[in-house]
């Protein structure tokens, strides 16, 4: 197949497209490496700041579609695909409908229908919008909110949601809430990662011998400012903070601030354990990425993360509610029973190897594609 990947989130689509190119696929991956992560990709399309940035753009845009035609497949991160008001993506979307085969519609991230469904259904007990039946007030939930309700990107998101021949979702959550919307074109398939075999066979070895680590156990958390308490890595920070204050002899912990994705992994190389994503139920990329290494997520890990995928016995990740008290005393508990730390390390490789190696993934989206291409 010829396949055309358009959009970043955290390394999915450039993760996604080695792995259909081991499975003999031609890909191409159009992005803008998702801002200053700086992800791969074969076509970059990078907006610049100021009104000559946006005319460059505008420039560089009209060169490439002519590029994005005679493809089996189209695959979008998101309907804001391209740096571009909702309006004027419009005629982007028709035009990749009209000179390709397929049109596939990612549920990876921020859309009308995570937003509306968290603010309105409240299918989950927590999310980036809802604490029970109680709205969060925060900044960024209110401008998600006012972003995508009512709004020319509410009325593209579902345009597309309609019009396309598969909606794909990558996390549990996201498959909740276009699944009540589109039952008979939604399809859940996991996250792509690049598994490490010389990582397993060390974990394996530490596992089986039953090591304990003598040193401090090193925490890792990523920060972002802008997004911050949106997040709940403020929450995060927070408590490991106050943990190592009290426990200085048996944690370090290493913040990463807004670096670009090659500099966050070599931050992260070492570590014990990750923080990441509060208010989720599942580890994302960033998590994943991490635990593909033999670092244990401190984060989502509801028994429906498991469901979804099948899992019935691994239970490598430090399930935390989103509150400072949960947070910190499954930290404490880490760091006071190291002995601990070896098996969930195995396990972490083994739910990695098991559930989002990316060529198995990636056959799974081979199998979708095929699909939707004989209909």
């Known amino acids: 197949m010829k396949i055309l990947l358009i959009g970043e989130y955290s390394n999915v689509h450039w993760t996604l497209a080695e792995g259909l190119r081991r499975l003999g696929h031609k890909v191409t991956v159009v992005s803008n490496g998702d801002f200053w992560k700086d992800y791969r990709r074969d076509i970059s399309l990078v907006r610049r700041h100021g009104r000559t940035g946006g005319l460059r753009f505008l420039g560089r845009l009209a060169l490439t579609l002519p590029k994005l035609r005679g493809y089996d497949i189209v ?23 009209r000179h390709n085969r397929k049109m596939v519609l990612g549920g990876f991230g921020m859309d009308y229908y995570w937003v509306n469904t968290c603010c309105e259904d409240k299918p989950l007990l927590y999310s980036d919008f809802n604490i029970g039946s109680e709205l969060r007030t925060n900044a ?20 597309i949601a309609a019009d396309c021949d598969h909606i794909i979702t990558g996390l549990y959550e996201y498959q909740v809430c276009y699944e009540r919307h589109f039952p008979k074109k939604t399809s859940f398939i996991p996250f792509p990662i690049v598994c490490k075999p010389n990582v397993m066979e060390q974990a394996q070895h530490e596992a089986d011998n039953h090591e304990e680590q003598q040193r401090p156990t090193r925490i890792f958390i990523g920060i972002n400012r802008t997004r911050s308490e949106y997040k709940g890595t403020d929450i995060m920070l927070k408590a490991a903070e ?134």
């Open 75 to 97: 695959q979008i991160i998101n309907p804001m695909f391209v740096e571009l008001k909702a309006e004027r993506i419009f005629p982007i979307y028709d035009f990749l409908r």
């Open 242 to 375: 106050d943990v190592q204050r009290k426990h200085p002899e048996r944690m370090k912990l290493v913040v990463a601030e807004s670096v670009p994705f090659s500099e966050y992994c070599k931050m992260m190389d070492g570590s014990d354990a990750i923080m990441d994503q509060l208010y989720s139920y599942t580890p994302a990329m960033n998590a994943l990425e991490a635990m593909s290494k033999g670092i244990i997520c401190i984060g989502g890990g509801e028994e429906a993360n498991y469901d979804i995928l099948g899992e019935q016995t691994l239970r490598p990740i430090i399930n935390v509610r989103p509150t400072y008290e949960s947070v910190y005393s499954e930290t404490e508990r880490l760091i006071m029973h190291p002995e601990r730390i070896a098996q969930l390390k195995k396990e972490s490789l083994e739910y990695i190897a098991k559930h989002h190696d990316y060529v198995k993934v990636a056959r799974r989206y081979e199998e979708i594609y095929m699909r939707i291409l004989n209909e």
């Open 140 to 159: 960024d939930a209110l401008k998600e909110k006012a972003d995508w309700l009512g709004t020319a990107k509410e009325r593209l998101n579902k345009y």
